[in-house]
């Protein structure tokens, strides 16, 4: 079977390879590179082609395709992009200051409690 080959993917597999296809394609992708990451994300939720045997079943998973869309999902992705750069910007600068904030008062705690836990 040459690479590329498809003919072992499921109907419902190839279904989801072309929705995920033109999902991309719709938000500028070029067909090729929108091919190619469908495929991707169809052999990363289902685990690839049709396999045969006793226990070959695989748990799916959807994370992949919860991630697509605009900005920010499906809640606010409008609002986000509406705002000006400057103030997105200001944005993920001050929630970089808090993230590193807090980086330092967990460190601090575990530090902290790791040296208590020796002494004992």
């Known amino acids: 079977m040459p690479r590329g ?8 597999q190839k279904r989801q390879a072309e929705h995920i296809e033109e999902g991309y394609e719709d938000r500028g992708t070029g067909r090729r590179e929108a091919e190619r990451r469908a495929w991707a994300t169809v052999n990363k939720e289902t685990g690839g ?6 226990g070959r079943g695989v748990p799916k998973s959807n994370v992949s395709s919860k991630r697509g869309g605009s900005i920010g999902g499906p809640r606010g992705g ?4 509406s705002r000006p750069a400057a103030a997105r910007s200001r944005s993920a600068k001050k929630a970089a ?5 807090h980086a330092v008062k967990r460190s601090a705690a575990r530090k902290t409690g790791r040296t208590t836990a020796r002494k004992k």
Request: no cysteine; proline share 0%.
């Open 5 to 12: 080959d498809k003919s072992s993917y499921t109907d419902k």
């Open 97 to 101: 200051a808090s993230r590193k904030r």
């Open 49 to 54: 082609g049709k396999k045969r045997g006793s």
């Open 78 to 81: 409008k609002a986000a992009a």
